[in-house]
């Protein structure tokens, strides 16, 4: 079943701009997690929230999470047309197994 | 650095064929994930492993199994190839709950069952 909801599906923008995905969630969870997956390759790890945080940065990343709206965000700022990709959300249910349940993801498109 | 490989990055075999993807990951990492992806649908777990010779079913088991008889090693096996497994299967692993929590992936198999 899948937990986490990303939007919007399909993003584009120009180089330079912010880019903004939304993740919505519908269980309590240990940690929220993004994830960045390049055309046709493996997922990588980008940055993880945990429950009692309310926001994180890395680098060009800003991550929210609002637990009482069960929703996340992922903030690119000053995009490059290396940051085209699919960006995933996931979470870790609480009380939940090892297991994260992953979204559909966002399709980011940064034009140069 | 950190490594999980996947014995083939394509893959097409013919419909009725017993297929083995395997996946290797050298981080002493506990857990082992399968995963299919598929447009639209994004990542469903198929199966994980939290130790040798432990599995669990994940969210579409049926039509797959898997065995981890080593720690490094976990090989999902589709008994009888048919269509609709034709996919993007992506291996994955992660230590068990610590700080550090994330999964780290491989670079994927595409296969095609025709």
């Known amino acids: 079943s899948q937990q986490g909801e990303e939007d919007p599906q399909a993003l584009s923008i120009q180089e330079g701009e912010n880019a903004t995905m939304n993740c919505s969630y519908k269980?309590?969870?240990?940690?929220l997690q993004w994830y960045r997956q390049n055309s046709g390759r493996g997922l990588v790890h980008l940055i993880l929230?945990?429950?009692?945080?309310r926001e994180k940065h890395s680098g060009r990343l800003r991550v929210t999470l609002d637990t009482s709206k069960k929703s996340s965000s992922l903030l690119i700022t000053a995009s490059r047309a290396a940051d085209t990709a699919s960006y995933f959300c996931?979470?870790?249910?609480?009380?939940?197994?090892?297991?994260?349940?992953f979204g559909k993801g966002t399709k980011l498109t940064v034009n140069p | 650095d950190v490594k999980v490989t996947q014995s083939s990055r394509y893959l097409v075999k013919r419909t009725g064929e017993k297929v083995f993807l395997e996946c290797v990951q050298d981080?002493?990492?506990?857990?082992m994930f399968w995963y299919r992806q598929d447009p639209g649908l994004g990542l469903r777990l198929i199966y994980f492993?939290?130790?040798?010779?432990?599995?669990e079913k994940g969210d579409i088991p049926e039509g797959y199994s898997v065995s981890r008889e080593k720690k490094e090693r976990f090989s999902l096996i589709l008994e009888s190839a048919s269509t609709n497994q034709t996919s993007m299967y992506l291996c994955?692993?992660?230590?068990?709950?610590?700080?550090?929590?994330?999964?780290?992936f491989g670079p994927g198999t595409r296969l095609t069952v025709l």
């Open positions: 269980t309590s969870i240990n940690n």
């Open positions: 994955a692993s992660s230590r068990t709950s610590g700080r550090r929590d994330e999964q780290f």
């Open positions: 929230i945990r429950s009692n945080e």
């Open positions: 981080m002493d990492h506990e857990n």
């Open positions: 996931a979470t870790r249910i609480k009380g939940g197994s090892e297991k994260l349940v």
């Open positions: 492993s939290y130790d040798v010779k432990m599995k």
